[in-house]
């Protein structure tokens, strides 16, 4: 089925109407290994929505600003399916602020205290990634107390720290309801600059910014539903989240 010629007003809008429109093709497709030979993981389009609903719910579960200021949430991460659910829900929930894991701690610190982050996700501690030690040494030093939750391995050695696989599966999967949905016009992301020409800066993407990338990138490329992706780019970077990401996601591609 094509997708309508409606173009949505906001990134779960989009999300909800590819779900409708592709329901159990597959939206992304993980290489878990490629050798000795390849493992991968697939997940559908209705899949990736109820996801992405649990993300919310998980995010409204943990915070509630009493003055009804959108949570921030970042995200040190690699490509792997929990960052599609993370970054699609916490721009749903509020803001997203995906960050390079490659950054210095103090730049890390600078643009998460700009954003005034409330909840900072990370892949949890293993041999191959010292991400979950940088996450851990830079919440320690930010202004603001801010929530960590560890992705896909989970922190064996405190009882402190949450993991995000253990937490979704207790929220439900079902539609949000009206009153938890945002505006065309509110704010998504923090998306970080490259930092050529001094330190990354933090810069702002409404929903309309984000559907609008997407959709120019379905009708410049005519991709639809059967066509695969590759998505080589990190999706802290605009080309791997809105253009190859979610644009990929409105034409109902697999995205690899």
């Not at 809008?13 to 992304?28: D, K, N, P, V």
Request: hydrophobic content about 40%; some cysteine; glycine content about 8%.
């Amino acid at each position: 089925m094509a997708i309508a010629d409606k173009v949505p007003a906001t990134v779960y809008e989009l999300l909800q109407q590819s779900a409708r429109c592709f329901g159990e093709c597959t939206a992304l497709t993980y290489l878990k290994e490629v050798s000795p030979k390849i493992s991968d993981e697939k997940l559908s389009y209705s899949e990736l929505l109820k996801n992405v609903n649990r993300v919310v719910r998980l995010i409204n579960g943990h915070l509630e600003h009493a003055d009804g200021s959108p949570i921030v949430t970042s995200f040190l991460l690699p490509n792997i399916p929990q960052t599609n659910y993370i970054l699609w829900g916490a721009e749903t929930a509020g803001i997203a602020n995906p960050l390079n894991p490659m950054l210095s701690d103090n730049a890390l610190i600078a643009l998460m205290d700009t954003a005034k982050t409330d909840i900072l996700f990370a892949l949890g501690p293993n041999p191959d990634s010292n991400i979950w030690e940088k996450a851990q040494a830079v919440v320690d030093r930010l202004s603001k107390k801010t929530i960590l939750i560890s992705v896909n391995f989970p922190d064996l050695d405190s009882e402190c720290h949450k993991h995000f696989d253990t937490l979704l599966p207790e929220y439900s999967d079902s539609p949000l309801s009206m009153d938890e949905l945002p505006q065309g016009s509110d704010i998504a992301a923090y998306f970080h600059t490259g930092g050529t020409t001094g330190a990354p800066k933090l810069a702002m993407l409404t929903h309309t910014n984000q559907v609008c990338t997407a959709e120019g990138y379905r009708q410049a490329m005519g991709g639809e539903i059967g066509d695969v992706g590759i998505n080589g780019l990190p999706l802290f970077h605009v080309a791997g989240s809105l253009v190859q990401g979610l644009g990929s996601i409105a034409a109902g591609m697999d995205v690899v």
